[in-house]
């Protein structure tokens, strides 16, 4: 259990709307604050392409990230200031396309065909062990905390977010001999490199819920450990296990902004 922030009141509140909250201090940036109350999913996800350092308490942002619902979030913050709060390093993946950074993610990366029922063909890697070459519609690599998301609609398995391992699963695959594979996740370096061997289609890299652009056929793609995400579990927090209707991303491969 950490007690740092023991007695902590400086709470800096992102994304969604929320009630003021009783006792306690709220500041106008993330760096002052001791955390960060990040309210859905969007802002949560806008804080790991930030890069931020400061604790952050998730709210109403999804079970894979053991996040505390809206109406616990003044229990969860006593529950912050008195120590009883546990601190979860989420890693944070950086993608590069040819040697050029297109972003980061921290639930989940997919390449997808711009039209459905076109395959294309990928071939993927490890640092240490070649995963497979197959066709498909598409692949996602989610992390721990992403495969309560989309993945899971992929029949991926639900990872509780301490796990250090990536699901990685083809989207509607004509043709493979395993349907998904487990992959190490280190604290820091690479997690999987690959290619478009062939396409029918342009392929397009989603980053969480960002389009980060079309890949190229026949060019590196990397996919890394960049940073790591600090969140906290509570008692107040859901399970990971829980179910995850509501999720603004439940069942969709991703969303343009």
């Not at 740092?4 to 009783?22: I, M, P, Q, Y």
């Not at 952050?56 to 120590?83: F, K, N």
């Not at 001999?177 to 992959?183: A, E, G, K, T």
């Not at 056929?217 to 996919?223: D, H, K, N």
Request: hydrophobic fraction near 40%; charge should be negative; charged fraction near 25%.
């Amino acid at each position: 259990m950490s007690d740092d922030l023991a007695g902590a009141a400086r709470v800096h509140v992102t994304g969604e709307s929320l009630e003021t909250l009783a006792d306690a201090a709220t500041v106008s940036d993330s760096e002052s604050a001791d955390v960060v109350v990040a309210v859905g999913e969007s802002a949560l996800l806008e804080l790991a392409r930030a890069g931020c350092s400061t604790p952050i308490l998730p709210v109403d942002a999804g079970t894979g990230v053991r996040s505390v619902p809206r109406e616990r979030v003044e229990a969860a913050l006593e529950s912050v200031r008195e120590g009883r709060a546990n601190e979860l390093e989420l890693p944070v993946l950086g993608v590069t396309i040819d040697g050029q950074s297109r972003g980061r993610a921290l639930l989940d990366v997919m390449l997808v065909t711009e039209e459905a029922a076109h395959i294309s063909e990928f071939e993927l890697e490890t640092p240490t062990d070649r995963i497979a070459q197959f066709r498909a519609d598409g692949f996602v690599l989610a992390t721990a905390a992403g495969t309560s998301g989309y993945a899971r609609r992929l029949d991926a398995p639900v990872f509780a977010p301490e796990t250090r391992a990536a699901a990685v699963v083809p989207v509607a695959a004509f043709a493979t001999s395993l349907d998904q594979w487990i992959v190490p996740v280190p604290d820091r370096g690479s997690v999987l490199q690959g290619r478009v061997a062939r396409e029918e289609a342009g392929v397009t890299l989603l980053l969480d819920d960002r389009d980060a652009g079309r890949v190229p056929p026949l060019t590196p793609i990397s996919i890394e450990v960049v940073d790591a995400l600090r969140a906290y579990r509570v008692p107040e927090s859901q399970s990971c296990f829980g179910g995850v209707e509501g999720s603004p991303r439940e069942g969709s491969p991703g969303k343009s902004s």
